[in-house]
């Protein structure tokens, strides 16, 4: 079975700071991983994904992933802040085929607040 | 291309009652998953239908059910409804099941059981 963990279920930062959303997961098999994000009233949007290519990994609004087999770890992070970041994230572990197929297994999402 | 949509976008029901949703994918995508989500529970996976066959379920009761459509339309049904199963259904859309292909999901359906 394969799952996820996130670290902090709710993160504040300043404007303009670092954001670091934290992402463990545990997987008997090579993990594809995702980091969704969700605003209120709306679906997931993909930030971005991880499937064994380059383990930096680049995203849409700036955000970035390293993928660390060793940590078993996916943490999303961006540079710098913006007030329209503020939102739910979601990390998420698949694989290829079998009991995989077509499921992503979420972790409990963190909330990030950004202060002006 | 126009993106997953689901509708309706919110319902009402009362317990006992059964609901049907539908989902919409992106045009070309022949897999369609299911999640329900809840503050409690967060997100969990449903089912999944590729090319109108279930290929992957998760731990639901036998009341929640689904179909795809030669088109690849999906439709997922809950019976006799429970206070629980309030919550947001959202399904998302993929080109094949793949785990390397990302899911696309839709705005949700806001189920609220009265």
């Known amino acids: 079975a394969q799952s996820v963990t996130q670290l902090g279920s709710h993160v504040s930062v300043s404007e303009g700071a670092l954001v670091l959303l934290r992402c463990n997961y545990s997987?008997?098999?090579?993990?594809?991983l995702f980091w969704y994000v969700q605003y209120p009233n709306q679906g997931l949007q993909l930030l971005l994904k991880?499937?064994?290519?380059?383990?930096l990994v680049k995203g849409i609004n700036g955000f970035e992933a390293e993928f660390k087999k060793s940590e078993t770890s996916f943490h999303l992070t961006k540079p710098s802040a913006h007030m329209s970041d503020a939102a739910e994230y979601f990390c998420?572990?698949?694989?290829?085929?079998?009991?995989?197929?077509?499921?992503?297994?979420f972790g409990q999402g963190t909330i990030l607040t950004v202060h002006p | 291309k126009a993106g997953v949509t689901q509708t309706p976008r919110y319902l009402i029901k009362t317990r006992g009652q059964q609901v049907t949703l539908s989902c919409s994918p992106i045009?070309?995508?022949?897999?369609v998953s299911w999640y329900q989500q809840t503050p409690g529970q967060g997100l969990q996976f449903l089912f999944e239908?590729?090319?109108?066959?279930?290929?992957n379920k998760g731990n639901f009761p036998g009341r929640f059910s689904g179909r795809q459509f030669s088109n690849s339309r999906s439709e997922m049904n809950v019976s006799t409804l429970e206070l629980g199963d309030s919550a947001l259904y959202l399904c998302?859309?993929?080109?094949?099941?793949?785990?390397?292909?990302?899911?696309?999901f839709g705005p949700g359906t806001r189920l609220t059981v009265l």
């Open positions: 239908y590729f090319s109108e066959t279930q290929r």
């Open positions: 997987s008997s098999v090579p993990p594809y």
């Open positions: 045009s070309g995508h022949r897999s």
């Open positions: 998302a859309s993929s080109e094949t099941s793949g785990g390397y292909n990302e899911q696309f």
């Open positions: 998420a572990v698949t694989s290829a085929g079998g009991t995989s197929y077509g499921k992503l297994t």
């Open positions: 991880y499937t064994s290519a380059a383990t």
